[in-house]
C-alpha cells in the first residue's frame, strides 16, 4: 500500500534511499502476537520479537526503502492514524523530516475481540455502521490499510508530484472526564474543532464539508452533531449548509485505521469536486437536534459550490 502511494504521487520509491522521510503509522491490537504465542517452536520463537513488536510494522518500511528520517508507530485507538497525520505535518514543518509515508492498518485475526465488544454493546447486530440514522444502533467492523504521501507543498511542486489535497492545520485533545470511559465528552470536541480551525487560519463558514467520526452509535452520534452545529451552525446557510458524512457507513469501523480512511475519502471528494452520499441514511436519530436546513446529511452526490475554495474538515 506504501509503495503504491508513492507511485500515485510521482515519487519513485528507490530514490527516497538515504533521503529524510519519516514514517507515522497507526497501529492498534497485535493479533499476530496473540496468535503467534501460542506456538512454541524454536523457529517461531526466533522471529517472534522483531515479528510481533508493533514499532516493527511502521519500522519495516523504513528498513526497506532505506528512510532514515523519524519512524514512529502510534496507538491512540480509533483516532491512530488520524494523530499520525497531525504529527507528521508538526514534523515536516519543524524540519525533523523532508517528506512521510503516513497511515494506519487494522487487522481482525481472531474472534475473541468481537466478543468483548458485543458485551459491551458497541456492535451493530447486522454489522453495518448506520451514522447520524435513526436505527443506529452500534458500529460494524472493518479491516484495511490506507496510506498517503505528505510533503511541503513547495516541494512537492518542485519535485513534479501529484498533489491533491492541502492540509492547512490540525489539531488533537482527549476526552478527558466524561460519563464514562468510552464515552465521548461534547464540550472537549467543541474546543477540538475550534483549535483545528484556529490552526488552520480559516473561519468555520469557508468549510463545506465535515468528514466525521460518525460511528453510528446512539451515544456518540448526538453528541458529534452538536459540537459540530455549535462551532459551524452559525456560520452557515440554507443556501450553503455544513454537508457531513462518514465513510463508515461505507466500509465499516477501521478502529486504528479509521482516521486515513476518512482522511482518504475527503481528500479525493475535494479533488474530484465531489461531496459523496452517506450511506445507510434515511432519517436522524431522534436524539440528535440540530437544524437539518444548515447541517445537511447528503443522500445523492452533491456537487462541490463552485464560487468559493473546497475546503473540508476530518473528525476522528
Not at 435513526?134 to 513547495?154: D, M, Q
Not at 512537492?156 to 492541502?166: Q, S, T, Y
Not at 485533545?173 to 484556529?198: E, I
Not at 468559493?308 to 474538515?313: I, Q, S, Y
Request: aromatic letters at 6%; charged letters at 20%.
Amino acid at each position: 500500500t506504501s509503495w503504491h502511494a508513492l507511485e500515485n504521487a510521482n515519487i519513485v520509491p528507490e530514490e527516497l534511499r538515504g533521503t529524510n522521510t519519516g514514517v507515522f503509522m497507526g497501529v492498534g491490537d497485535d493479533h499476530f502476537g496473540i496468535l503467534s504465542s501460542k506456538d512454541s517452536s524454536e523457529q517461531q520463537r526466533k522471529h517472534f520479537v522483531s515479528g510481533n513488536a508493533l514499532s516493527t510494522a511502521s519500522g519495516r518500511l523504513s528498513y526497506f526503502y532505506g528512510f532514515e528520517g523519524p519512524n514512529i508507530t502510534l496507538n491512540t485507538a480509533c483516532s491512530s492514524s488520524l494523530v499520525a497525520i497531525d504529527q507528521a505535518v508538526q514534523s515536516i514543518r519543524a524540519g525533523k523530516c523532508d517528506s512521510a509515508l503516513v497511515g494506519g492498518v487494522n487487522t481482525i485475526l481472531f474472534p475473541d475481540s468481537f466478543g468483548f465488544l458485543e458485551d459491551m454493546q458497541a456492535l451493530s447486530e447486522d454489522g453495518k455502521c448506520k451514522a447520524f440514522d435513526s436505527k443506529a444502533n452500534g458500529y460494524g467492523r472493518g479491516e484495511g490499510c490506507g496510506v498517503v504521501v505528505l510533503k511541503k507543498v513547495s516541494d512537492a511542486i518542485k519535485d513534479g508530484n501529484r498533489i491533491l489535497a492541502v492540509i492547512k492545520g490540525s489539531a488533537v485533545n482527549q476526552d478527558g472526564t466524561s460519563n464514562g470511559l468510552t464515552a465521548p465528552n461534547g464540550l472537549a470536541q467543541y474546543n477540538l474543532l475550534k483549535l483545528a480551525l484556529k490552526n488552520s487560519n480559516i473561519s468555520a463558514e469557508s468549510v463545506s464539508f465535515i468528514e466525521a467520526h460518525g460511528t453510528g452509535t446512539p451515544l456518540g452520534d448526538p453528541i458529534e452533531i452538536e459540537s459540530l452545529e455549535k462551532v459551524y451552525g452559525k456560520e452557515k446557510s440554507k443556501q450553503e449548509p455544513l454537508y457531513i458524512s462518514s465513510v463508515k457507513s461505507n466500509l465499516g469501523h477501521l478502529e486504528n485505521a479509521a482516521g486515513v480512511a476518512a482522511f482518504i475519502k475527503t481528500v479525493l471528494s475535494v479533488h474530484h469536486g465531489v461531496i459523496y452520499p452517506q450511506a445507510n441514511f434515511v432519517s436522524f436519530n431522534e436524539d440528535i437536534k440540530c437544524n437539518d436546513e444548515l447541517l445537511v446529511i447528503p443522500k445523492q452526490p452533491v456537487k462541490w459550490p463552485e464560487n468559493k475554495v473546497k475546503r473540508a474538515g476530518v473528525s476522528s
